[in-house]
């Protein structure tokens, strides 16, 4: 169920609200809620923000990954937070952030994972020779990720 709040915003916060919703197409009401729950789960998840990817708003770790991106991998390492830290070169307590949010909010995770898996699936039918590569640690091991200058 949803409550009417009203709130009291500065001149130019209620201008920039109002500008934000016409460039969306949506409600001053839906931004601005869409505002409050954002800052909200920002100030219960101190690891997330939100970006603005392809048009849509996205739960993200600061400054690095999608949580679904952190989840995908994560599923694969069997939800092993060191392992999963390791192999995307972040922090025990990043992987745990991510992790945690996804117990929050699975099924918009979940829905990320599947739209993921249903643009492999899209492309498969597009190229069909592609083919899905799964590397071993070995074959990490052995990638030179030097930058070449010339």
């Given at each position: 169920m949803a409550q009417a709040l009203t709130v009291r915003l500065p001149d130019d916060d209620a201008e920039e609200v109002r500008r934000?919703?016409?460039?969306?197409?949506?409600s001053v009401s839906e931004v601005g809620a869409r505002i409050v729950d954002e800052w909200l789960?920002?100030?219960r998840f101190p690891h997330i923000e939100f970006r603005a990817i392809n048009g849509e708003r996205v739960a993200c770790l600061k400054g690095r990954l999608e949580i679904w991106q952190v989840v995908m991998v994560a599923h694969g390492y069997q939800l092993d937070i060191a392992k999963t830290a390791e192999h995307l070169n972040l922090k025990d307590e990043q992987v745990q952030a991510a992790l945690t949010y996804y117990a929050a909010y699975p099924a918009e995770i979940d829905l990320a994972l599947?739209?993921?898996q249903q643009g492999f699936?899209?492309?498969?039918r597009l190229i069909p020779q592609i083919e899905r590569v799964t590397l071993?640690?070995?074959d990490?091991?052995?990638?030179?990720?030097t930058a070449r200058t010339s």
């Open positions: 934000i919703a016409q460039k969306e197409r949506r789960r920002q100030n599947r739209e993921n699936e899209r492309l498969k071993t640690d070995d990490l091991a052995n990638v030179n990720l």
